[in-house]
Nanobody, 124 residues
């Protein structure tokens, strides 16, 4: 079993910052590439950022490049998403997930385990 729990969401004004965290647990859990996704009301879930097992390789959606930073702490089994210069269009439920393979991927279908999500709301 693998369990992922997100935290850090909230309400922030345009231009503000938030830091999301995801804690992983479960005796079957191991270190795999991880990613962040988001889903806005009435829209499909979309890729935001991903990070390799070692943390040496990252990938970002064009919409968040230069504003968001993904990182991980394998000793603590956590992955974080630092979000700066937030915009109203960033408003969504944010989910962390882990892949079933070893390669970093932006493909939603390659992620096997998902957290419950945390709400991020950016006021205009």
């Amino acid at each position: 079993q693998v369990q992922l729990v997100e935290s850090g969401g909230g309400l922030v004004q345009t231009g503000g910052s938030l830091r999301l965290s995801c804690a992983a647990s479960g005796r079957t859990f191991s270190t795999y590439p991880m990613g962040w996704f988001r889903q806005a009301p009435g829209k499909e879930r979309e890729f935001v950022a991903a990070i390799s097992r070692s943390g040496g390789s990252t990938s970002y959606a064009d919409s968040v490049k230069g504003r968001f930073t993904i990182s991980r702490d394998n000793a603590k089994n956590t992955v974080s998403l630092q979000m700066n210069s937030l915009k109203p269009e960033d408003t969504a439920v944010y989910y962390c997930a882990t892949t079933s393979g070893l390669a970093v991927t932006t493909n939603t279908g390659r992620y096997a385990y998902w957290g419950q999500g945390t709400q991020v709301t950016v006021s205009s």
